[in-house]
């Protein structure tokens, strides 16, 4: 702005100069071109005065400096002229001084040299025979006079631009100063031009508005991020390009990215085809929904357009984690069809059973072993159903289970009791030694602990084989382990057997009255005292399952 003012300034300084200097030179000359025309006329009238007083001897030895003195006759044939020869001369009666003097007496006229360099002017008198005298006198023209002046005019012009670029360069920086001085953050306080006020009075008005604005909009930032930072779902914003608007924590643990991503295509966080489909529908304004295999998991990509009257300017991404959801699931889908199968068989057997003995079908001697294996699958079919019962619940929490100090030793000798008979029919022989242990914990699911590890010891054992249950303290919790010298278990299918339903040997398991639940029942437990199962197995050698648990207070619920 500086410059432009310093070049206004300057230029308008130096045309005004340039503009003043012509102007005073033209009225100069013009006003030293009548004094020379009035010299001339005097001139001229003193030169009649003498022609007509002595003739053609007037002439005689004249020598007229600077002018040019001419005799002209009625008819116009020239008759003296002090710089030519005048015989040879062109008649003078159309030049338009002499015209002039002929018919009234005086004639004036003033007529430019061929370059233009030079300006004659002329005066003419007639004498009383009728005669003309002419005078002339050649006079520089404008042009002459300033090619002549132009050594001083260059310097005067060369004085004159320095003057005005001062001049200029100081006057623009005055003016804009006060302008420069401007705070417009607080455009009110300075000291600015009066025509300035209402300006920075908008200006102002417009500031205030504008912070104001910032702090909703900061409040309103803060606010979305407060909500959106602590969702376990990820939200992502997006405008209609594309482009990442903002992002939560969620979304970026999920894409492996940072903040950095604003203003990134959404594309450059992530290439998937899936959700580049998912938002290919967002410009018709339609919302859609895909589950996406993501680092692992399964998540719900819900994208929806944001549009307001109709307009869509940008979508919202949001992820939902259903890995979990989904094994879930996919666990009961699988739980209700294994319960379904595991209750046909005993079902069908009993209905068989009672069948045959409704049509008399069975001898009388056999109807006693038909009865057993009635009451032999009922029996199977109650254990299943409390064992899925009591995983049910647990599934459940079994928040109404009460906690209380329990002394493990206890309770395992007296569990252990419970499978003598059993552990005496497969030709085992169970132990149990240790101490007493004392642990907060709920006594039902510590004693179907006990019992399931137990007996499922004494079932997959061999004849004369042996059992060892043993309690001990150690440092910070109470440990029981059940140790058998049993079949043992591949080591594959170590991890396996806590699933539920999931036996090595199926028809084993049955034989022996398994429902295939009882590890899941011990997981379930173990995992609600935050207790840890750890399992050694050999095949054809035995397994030791040992239960630890953490012997805190906090653990009571109740
Ligand atoms: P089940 O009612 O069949 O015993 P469990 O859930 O208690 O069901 O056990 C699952 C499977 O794990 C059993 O069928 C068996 O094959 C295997 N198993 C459990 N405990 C032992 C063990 N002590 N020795 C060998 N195999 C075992």
């Known amino acids: 702005m500086t410059k432009r003012i310093f070049r206004s300034i300057f230029l308008v300084a130096i045309a005004v100069f340039l503009a003043s200097v012509v102007l005073f030179l033209g009225v100069l000359y013009d006003y030293f071109g009548n004094v020379q025309q009035r010299g001339l006329k005097t001139q001229t009238e003193l030169a009649a005065q003498g022609v007509q007083t002595v003739g053609a001897e007037y002439f005689e030895g004249l020598s007229p400096k600077g002018y040019r003195i001419s005799w002209i006759s009625a008819d116009g044939r020239v008759l003296y002229d002090s710089e030519a020869d005048f015989s040879e001369m062109e008649n003078h009666l159309e030049r338009e001084e002499i015209k002039e003097a002929l018919e009234s007496g005086y004639g004036e006229s003033s007529r430019y040299s061929v370059t233009l360099m030079e300006r004659t002017l002329y005066s003419a008198k007639r004498l009383t025979d009728g005669t003309v005298i002419r005078l002339s006198v050649a006079q520089s023209t404008l042009l002459t006079l300033l090619l002549g002046m132009t050594q001083p005019i260059v310097i005067i012009i060369v004085i004159a631009m320095g003057i005005s670029f001062w001049l200029a360069h100081r006057l623009s920086k005055n003016i804009t100063a006060p302008l420069n001085q401007l705070n417009l953050d607080d455009p009110l306080s300075g000291e600015g031009y009066d025509e300035l006020s209402p300006l920075l009075r908008r200006i102002d008005a417009q500031q205030r508005q504008i912070r104001q604005q910032e702090t909703e909009l900061e409040q ?272 594959e299918l170590c991890e396996r057997i806590f699933e539920r339903f999931y036996r090595v040997d199926k028809s084993r398991s049955k034989e022996l009255g398994g429902t295939g639940l009882g590890l899941s029942i011990v997981k379930h437990a173990a995992r609600l005292h935050d207790a840890k199962i750890e399992l050694q197995s050999a095949e054809g050698e035995g397994t030791t399952v040992t239960v630890i648990f953490p012997d805190s207070k906090e653990n009571i619920k109740s």
């Open 220 to 491: 309103k930032q803060e606010e979305f991020e407060a909500v959106t930072e602590n969702m376990a779902e990820g939200i992502i914003l997006l405008n209609t390009k594309g482009m990442i608007l903002g992002i939560n924590r969620s979304a970026e643990t999920l894409f492996g990215t940072t903040h950095a991503c604003i203003g990134k295509h959404i594309l450059s966080v992530n290439r998937s085809i899936e959700i580049s489909k998912l938002l290919s529908d967002i410009p018709k304004g339609v919302r859609s929904e895909k589950i996406i295999d993501l680092n692992g998991g399964r998540y719900q990509f819900a994208a929806s357009p944001v549009s307001e009257n109709g307009n869509i300017f940008g979508a919202v991404l949001l992820m939902l984690d259903v890995t979990e959801k989904e094994q879930a699931e996919q666990m009961r889908r699988e739980f209700t069809a294994n319960v379904s199968h595991e209750l046909k068989t005993p079902l069908h057997t009993i209905a068989g059973c009672a069948e045959l003995l409704e049509n008399g079908m069975v001898r009388p001697e056999d109807t006693q072993r038909f009865y057993a294996q009635i009451r032999g699958e009922a029996g199977r079919m109650i254990s299943l159903v409390e064992d899925i019962i009591r995983l049910s619940h647990l599934d459940e929490g079994a928040d109404d289970m009460k906690w209380e100090r329990v002394d493990l030793y206890a309770l395992a000798v007296q569990t252990v009791r419970s499978l003598f008979r059993e552990a005496e029919n497969a030709g085992v022989s169970v132990s149990v030694d240790g101490e007493t242990a004392a642990l907060d914990g709920v006594p039902q699911l510590l004693e179907s602990i006990v019992f399931n590890l137990t007996d499922n010891a004494i079932k997959y054992n061999r004849q004369g084989g042996a059992v060892k249950v043993s309690v001990g303290r150690f440092e910070g919790g109470v440990r029981l382990c059940v140790a058998d010298t049993g079949i043992g278990i591949p080591k």
